[in-house]
């Protein structure tokens, strides 16, 4: 279990999942010069790297609601 709070390990894997994402056009410039397997191996790498931290992300949020779920509800004061 990570030391970061929640919060942050969600919006550190959401702007991963961005920065991949908007590399993708990047990626292929970058790679455009390499032979055809290791332009494939790349983007595979890169695609896996997506499916992965969203399945992070997933969890996280799996994780968020539990806590919200289990987390006492603050009461007025009467």
Not at 42 to 57: G, N, V
């Amino acid at each position: 279990m990570s030391s970061l709070p929640l919060e942050l390990r969600i919006d550190r894997a959401e702007r991963l999942l961005r920065m991949i994402e908007q590399d993708a056009p990047l990626l292929e410039v970058r790679t455009a010069q390499l032979s055809r397997e290791c332009r494939e191996a790349a983007k595979s790498h890169a695609q896996y790297l997506a499916a992965l931290t969203r399945a992070e992300l997933q969890r996280l949020g799996e994780e968020k609601s539990l806590a919200e779920l289990c987390a006492p509800s603050p009461q007025g004061s009467d």
